[in-house]
């Protein structure tokens, strides 16, 4: 049996510690967590994440309270009860919406960041996963939110997307993979209606935020052992120079603690981004509504152009350049591949994408690629359009392919 002080006043740090062991706690996670100096305000974007998602839980609470899962009461319970009966309401739902947009703003620059400096390496490869299982679940997570105010596009977005899976109950594969029925089967009916509506109230307010949490817990403990990447991707001796920064030689350490010292950059940089984020609130929150939203759900009317929002477009003109099953086969390869990332980049380097030859122009390449993607989506397949885009798809898929082979014959940079 453990030594409890009968003296210890209840709830005091020797009273919790005895009983929680909060001062280990606090050492393993945050004063003894240890930071490179060597790294620039893009490493705050993982902790402007872990903010931006708590806004969005917080509004999520609030807008709850309101929202009807009913194919009859929905449109009005979002577009006319929260946004002009309850107070305040319109100001939750804006913070919803603009924090669902600017996350995946922020998830592309935090996913780019760790491609360029080579994060994903190296024993960091369970950071990355984690960081793409994460992706994948806040994709699901935004598109089961798109469905719930029951406007134009939320019903016709759910009608195309799950139109996808069609491919699985005609003749996918030769028929190898076939399901008759499934597309019936994931939207409860023949269209989307009121057992659509609540299965995708319940995967987006709470299974899906329960998934998005436990991974984020994933998240940060594949952090703890391999620690962030820096800009030159050196490999630090950690403890050594947790030593010196203890001993009192801060100067001469290559790291600084978590708590306070990195917190504190932290704080300032989410500072920054919080002052744009409320300026779009209040003054551009139109940007994260599409207009024909505000048109209530009409099986009968399709809008003459369905668009998915703009984190997804790239994938989708991925989907859009083949023809059906092809096209599923292709919109599956681009969400998958970016898991395979640290497996098909051959080159021991860790190093920015600057200093690794080809891989610098293959990473630039995939950037403006998956920007010429989105905004190719968001234009009608019409006239020169469809070939742009489906040369970009090819790009696209041609830069996965030859990612082995660059990669193979890259030189090693010397470290630093
Ligand atoms: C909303 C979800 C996410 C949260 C809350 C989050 C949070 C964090 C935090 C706090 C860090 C440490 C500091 C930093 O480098 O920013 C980090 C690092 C990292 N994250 Fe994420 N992340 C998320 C999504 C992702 C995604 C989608 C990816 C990519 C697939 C990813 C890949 C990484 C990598 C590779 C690192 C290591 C960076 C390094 O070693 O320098 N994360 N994340």
């Known amino acids: 049996m453990a030594h409890f002080d009968p003296n210890a006043r209840p709830f005091s740090k020797k009273w919790l510690n005895e009983r929680l062991a909060v001062e280990t706690l606090e050492r393993v996670l945050s004063t003894e967590y240890w930071i490179p100096k060597n790294i620039n305000f893009l490493w705050a974007m993982g902790m402007v994440l872990a903010a931006t998602f708590g806004l969005l839980v917080i ?4 807008l709850l309270m309101y929202y009807i899962p009913d194919t009859q009461k929905a449109f009005d319970s979002v577009n006319y009860t929260i946004m002009s009966q309850v107070g305040y309401g319109w100001l939750w739902r804006h913070i919803h919406g603009v924090a669902a947009s600017v996350v995946f703003l922020i998830i592309y620059i935090h996913m780019f960041t760790g491609i360029y400096y080579g994060s994903y390496k190296k024993g ?7 960081g793409m299982l994460l992706f994948v679940t806040f994709s699901g997570e935004a598109f089961a939110g798109y469905v719930l105010p029951w406007g134009q596009m939320s019903y016709w977005a759910g009608m195309v997307i799950t139109n996808l899976f069609e491919g699985f109950s005609a003749d996918f594969m030769g028929g190898a993979l076939n399901f008759p029925g499934l597309v019936e089967w994931i939207r409860g009916d023949y269209v989307p209606g009121q057992a659509f509506i609540g299965r995708f109230f319940m995967l987006h307010v709470f299974l899906m935020p329960l998934v998005i949490i436990a991974l ?7 952090l703890r052992i391999p620690h962030v990447n820096n800009q030159d991707g050196e490999e630090i001796d950690f403890e050594a120079e947790a030593e010196k920064w203890k001993a009192g030689h801060r100067k001469e350490s290559k790291v600084i603690p978590f708590k306070p010292v990195f917190l504190s950059k932290d704080v300032f940089v989410l500072g920054i981004y919080f002052l744009f984020f409320f300026y779009l609130v209040f003054y551009h929150f139109e940007f994260a509504m599409d207009p024909v939203n505000f048109d209530p759900a009409d099986g009968l009317k399709t809008p003459p152009h369905i668009y998915p929002e703009w984190y997804f477009l790239w994938s989708y003109e991925v989907l859009r350049a083949f023809s059906k099953n092809p096209g599923l086969v292709w919109f599956g390869f681009a969400q998958v591949i970016f898991f395979l990332l640290p497996f098909l980049d051959r080159s021991p380097n860790v190093a920015p994408a600057s200093r690794r030859g080809p891989f610098k122009i293959w990473f630039w390449l995939l950037l403006i690629d998956m920007i010429g993607l989105t905004i190719l989506g968001k234009l009608p397949p019409v006239g020169i359009f469809t ?3 489906t040369t970009f798809a090819y790009i696209f898929i041609a830069l996965w392919f030859a990612l082995p082979f660059i ?3 890259e030189k090693p940079v010397g470290g630093k």
Request: charge should be positive.
């Open 407 to 409: 990669t193979k014959m």
């Open 387 to 389: 070939p742009i885009g």
């Open 216 to 222: 984020i817990v994933l998240h940060f403990g594949a």
């Open 124 to 130: 960091r490869e369970m950071i990355w996963i984690s």
């Open 59 to 62: 509004s999520g609470i609030f």
